[in-house]
């Protein structure tokens, strides 16, 4: 039960790596498309239903799907 609990936090503690990235760089911006924030919802939600077994990625760098034209 401890390695459950174990490959448990190590997903939460990647999901919140994703959610701490993705909200310094939206910070940085005036405006952010429901679309960017669709991506970072659908991409945390697969690192927390993620099986445990499989093993963590780090991610360093989130970069956009597309980019707008304004």
């Keep these: ?3 459950q609990r174990n ?3 190590a997903v ?3 999901a919140i790596g994703v ?3 993705a ?5 940085q911006r005036e405006l952010v498309s429901s679309g960017e924030v ?3 919802l659908l991409d945390v939600r697969t690192l ?3 099986e445990a077994e499989k093993p963590s990625v780090v991610i360093e ?3 956009p799907v597309a980019s707008e034209t304004v």
């Design 1 to 3: 039960m401890t390695d």
């Design 7 to 9: 490959a448990n936090d």
């Design 12 to 14: 939460i503690n990647e």
């Design 19 to 21: 959610i701490d990235g």
């Design 23 to 27: 909200l310094s760089r939206m910070m």
């Design 38 to 40: 669709a991506n970072l």
């Design 48 to 50: 927390l239903t993620a």
């Design 61 to 63: 760098t989130i970069e």
